[in-house]
């Protein structure tokens, strides 16, 4: 993202947050982000639609065009025609474009402000209309079950409790005029040009105020939100660029927005259509949570992506909603060390293949769960508590030794502590592959079975408050060309306190254990030159005299106290 983008963004994210936050000072954050987060994706599919309908006027209005409407043809019947052809649904369904009924687009909405301060409007005066309808949070679900009603895929998602939260009108039409009067179609910021679409601001502020909402939440908001930067690191790493992508856990859905963010970001190197290439990527998704669900479909329905989540929220152990699949990506954060999962159903189910998981932590759970659904040649990355890379509890030693014998832990990487809003257990990333043998799919591996690449990342990243650490670009970049490099065996080595590629035996000597600081080592040198291990063999001995002196001087200072007649 270039500067002026951030810049423009963090502007942004300011005014709305502080604005927000002034209006519905009294709602829990549980409550508040359903308010906000449904009206943002209301500006969002509005905002497309109308889009839609402004090429849809200069294509119906330039002629040679396939659409063009010739006004001779219907002569005083022109307006109406052309009023009537720019509502034929046809024109967005063919463009991925979510059709809005004439009661869900926002100009409706801003009227509703309107409303809201006492303004009496056309289609809210006369006999027969319910009093209701002078509740903004009535026409806003009004505008929901529309949209639900005209978008199958949509059907059950979208937040309909507006009435029932009982906000005042005018507080609701307040929050409308923020969003109407938000700069979404912004072409420059500080005199700058801007390359950015409506589309893409919307989906920024959306991915934005989750991640303000998992702060605000806490523990339990924390749950479903999962740092950009830890989700950036892994995609950049998988490179998902085509094929099937699956998260068991998904939460609102990071790691399927990433990858297709990824696609675009990498369109020009590639030397592809990013919308071309995006079409053959799909994503399939789960979550038990039914908020959290639906926060996840709205997600992708303001980004266009095709999603397949299930008919509903379901629990990944004891009801997949995908038995089937086996996908290119997997990807997850599912809680960490989760207690309360096991049920004596999942007695002898054939995702075990390589130990029975302890009763009272799903994390090898999980593990499993992914690795059963993972494609021949697929690679899938997993954020787990940093116990899993050495616990022998409760059969985890010797599923860990089995997926290690077995070949297929390509990569573990140990983070920084601090980066989860809803945890302060340390953390780290596994990655994990059935195919470690050369082979070309799009992208170039080597041959690197019977090898592990270890990541000490502990030492990156930064305090972007006094609470939580983030990653920079640089950081992830360090990370990703690292594993890459040595995927492809090209202009890889080994770096103290940072990197190591180890074998099979060097795990075999460490009883297993794949914590990154065993293998890794600590760094070579430090900035004055002198290698580590020498300066902490010199600075031993300098400080075993600095005792000795500190005991002689201790002993001349009693016997000096002594002679004043002092006795200590």
């Not at 509740?135 to 079950?145: F, K, R, V, Y």
């Not at 005042?168 to 039409?173: N, R």
């Not at 809680?335 to 002898?348: I, R, S, V």
């Amino acid at each position: 993202m270039h500067q002026v983008e951030q810049q423009f963004f963090n502007d942004l994210e300011k005014k709305l947050w502080t604005s927000a936050n002034k209006l519905l000072p009294s709602l829990d954050a549980a409550v508040y982000k359903h308010v906000i987060l449904g009206l943002v994706f209301l500006k969002y599919v509005s905002d497309a639609f109308e889009e839609r309908q402004e090429e849809l006027r200069i294509q119906f209005t330039t002629e040679g065009s396939d659409y063009f409407i010739d006004a001779t043809d219907y002569g005083i019947g022109y307006e109406q025609a052309f009023a009537d052809e720019l509502e034929v649904r046809d024109y967005y369904i063919e463009k991925n474009v979510f059709w809005v009924p004439v009661e869900a687009r926002w100009q409706m909405l801003r009227d509703c402000a309107k409303l809201a301060l006492g303004v009496e409007l056309p289609w809210t005066t006369g006999e027969g209309k319910p009093e209701k309808m002078r509740s903004a949070g009535w026409l806003i679900d009004n505008a929901m079950e529309a949209i639900e009603r005209e978008n199958p895929k949509l059907k059950n998602i979208l937040d309909k409790r507006f009435t029932q939260l009982q906000i005042e009108s005018h507080k609701l039409g307040e929050l409308i005029d923020l969003f109407s009067n938000a700069n979404f179609h912004a072409k420059e910021f500080n005199g700058k040009p801007l390359n950015l679409k409506s589309k893409d601001i919307l989906g920024h502020v959306y991915e934005y105020f989750l991640g303000e909402f998992a702060l605000a939440e806490g523990k339990k908001g924390g749950q479903y939100y999962t740092p950009k930067s830890i989700v950036t690191l892994i995609v950049e790493m998988l490179q998902p660029f085509k094929g099937r992508v699956y998260d068991p856990a998904m939460g609102s859905g990071g790691f399927f927005v990433q990858s297709e963010e990824f696609i675009e970001a990498h369109a020009t190197e590639r030397h592809y259509r990013a919308e071309e290439q995006k079409k053959k990527i799909s994503v399939y998704g789960q979550e038990s949570n039914p908020t959290t669900w639906r926060l996840a479909a709205m997600n992708m329905a303001i980004r266009g992506i095709d999603f397949n989540f299930g008919k509903g929220p379901a629990d990944s152990f004891l009801n997949d909603l995908h038995p089937d699949l086996r996908a290119d990506f997997v990807m997850a954060n599912p809680p960490f060390n989760m207690k309360e999962w096991w049920n004596e159903k999942l007695t002898g189910d054939p995702r075990w293949k390589h130990g029975i998981p302890p009763q009272g932590n799903a994390n090898f759970a999980w593990l499993q769960h992914m690795l059963y659904h993972l494609a021949p040649s697929g690679s899938l990355a997993l954020l787990l508590a940093n116990g899993s890379m050495s616990s022998n509890t409760n059969n985890e030693g010797e599923i860990r030794k089995e997926l290690i014998e077995r070949d297929l832990v390509e990569c573990m990487v140990a983070l920084p502590g601090q980066l989860f809003t809803n945890t302060q257990i340390p953390a780290c990333i596994w990655f994990l592959t059935k195919n470690k043998g050369e082979r070309e799919n799009g992208l170039k591996y080597a041959n690197r079975k019977g090898r592990f690449l270890f990541i000490d990342a502990r030492q990156l990243g930064y305090m972007k408050d006094r609470v939580l650490r983030d990653f920079t670009l640089d950081d992830i970049h360090k990370i990703t060309r690292t594993f890459h490099n040595w995927q492809k065996n090209e202009s890889y080595e080994d770096i103290s306190g940072f990197c190591k590629s180890a074998t099979l035996e060097n795990i075999r000597k460490n009883s297993h254990v794949l914590t990154p600081g065993r293998y890794v080592g600590a760094l070579d040198e430090v900035d004055d030159g002198e290698l580590f291990a020498e300066k902490m063999t010199r600075l031993t001995v300098q400080l075993k005299g600095q005792f000795t002196q500190s005991t002689e001087l201790e002993k001349q200072i009693k016997q000096g106290l002594a002679g004043l007649g002092y006795a200590i």
